[in-house]
């Protein structure tokens, strides 16, 4: 724990994770309370949405290396925690008719930028991590960011139940594509990573 929180950019990755986390906890609540519940989606295209979000992920791991490669490990961790932090929020307007494409569609392209994130940040962790040490630092980074997807479990429910389930969708939504300022707001991380991988 006192190395990742003494490494300025394992740091910030783990609170941006746990973001993530708490934020994947609101949306497993929210997104049925609204979508199902509210809107009247039905299972099969209620699947179908939810599946736009892999198949991006999938893209995004098939490109990581191309993006790499052209752009250095650097500018590819930084460039993807900003696409990711813009990309996801116009599925903040999803609603009934054309709307409810923009879910899919932002939530494919928010999963392509995440793996590449996913992928660059865990490589940066396995080179700057001294060897003796990789599988506890795995383990509390991990315990850090994970730890929190109960408490945002938590923190939908509550919002469905006080405020419906636009509400506990939109948050989710919202600190899932805000958790990546995290590694968004600290250019110097192109340069300390570059150096690193």
């Known amino acids: 724990m006192r190395f990742v929180t003494g490494e300025p950019v394992l740091r910030r990755i783990a609170v941006g994770g746990a973001l993530v986390m708490a934020a994947n906890?609101?949306?497993?609540?929210?997104?049925?309370?609204?979508?199902?519940?509210?809107?009247?989606?039905?299972?099969?295209?209620?699947?179908?949405?939810?599946?736009?979000?892999?198949?991006?992920?999938?893209?995004?791991?098939?490109?990581?290396?191309?993006?790499?490669?052209?752009?250095?490990?650097?500018?590819?961790?930084?460039?993807?925690?900003?696409?990711?932090?813009?990309?996801?929020?116009?599925?903040?307007?999803?609603?009934?008719?054309?709307?409810?494409?923009?879910?899919?569609?932002?939530?494919?392209?928010?999963?392509?930028?995440?793996s590449i994130f996913g992928v660059a940040l865990l490589s940066y962790r396995q080179r700057v991590t001294p060897g003796h040490l990789l599988g506890r630092v795995n383990a509390s980074m991990r315990f850090l960011m994970w730890g929190a997807a109960p408490l945002g479990g938590l923190a939908g429910g509550a919002l469905g139940e006080w405020l419906g389930g636009y509400a506990a969708f939109a948050t989710g939504i919202a600190v899932m594509s805000l958790a990546h300022l995290a590694v968004a707001t600290a250019p110097a991380i192109m340069r300390r990573t570059a150096t690193t991988l």
């Open 25 to 114: 906890g609101v949306c497993a609540v929210g997104m049925p309370l609204y979508l199902v519940k509210e809107l009247g989606l039905g299972s099969a295209p209620y699947g179908l949405l939810m599946s736009a979000v892999a198949v991006g992920s999938l893209a995004g791991a098939m490109l990581v290396a191309r993006v790499t490669v052209r752009f250095g490990p650097g500018r590819s961790l930084y460039g993807s925690a900003v696409l990711a932090t813009v990309l996801y929020l116009p599925a903040l307007a999803t609603g009934p008719g054309w709307p409810l494409l923009l879910l899919p569609v932002a939530g494919a392209m928010f999963g392509a930028a995440s």
